[in-house]
């Protein structure tokens, strides 16, 4: 599905990756950040964070995340379902076994 795609994150998304624990070498996340867009927090993006927070009760971080998807107006691939909440995100819900 995302093969020969742009790939783009917020920078929350970067810094979550960057704290994982779990990974023997932080080298393969730093190489997979360098090939993809980082979305920055803009003013427009704080604006709707604060929106969807207060509407939806998600954890600011996610609010950030989802606000990154929407102001830019990308559909946004988690597992998440806490993201169905919001109202305007162009969700895809990634199953998973």
């Keep these: 599905m995302l093969d020969n795609r742009n790939l783009y994150i917020s920078t929350i998304t970067e810094m979550e990756l960057c704290t994982f624990q779990r990974y023997s070498s932080i ?10 867009t ?3 927090i803009d003013k ?3 604006e709707s964070a604060i929106k969807i927070r207060t509407g939806s ?6 609010s950030i ?3 990154s998807a929407i102001t830019n107006d990308m559909p946004m ?6 993201f169905n909440k ?12």
């Design 27 to 36: 080298e393969i996340i730093k190489t997979f950040l360098d090939s993809i």
């Design 38 to 40: 980082i979305l920055n």
């Design 44 to 46: 427009c993006n704080k």
């Design 57 to 62: 009760k998600l954890k600011l971080s996610d």
């Design 65 to 67: 995340i989802a606000a």
């Design 77 to 82: 691939i988690t597992a998440d379902k806490d």
């Design 86 to 97: 919001i109202i305007g995100l162009d969700l895809i819900l990634f199953e998973h076994n």
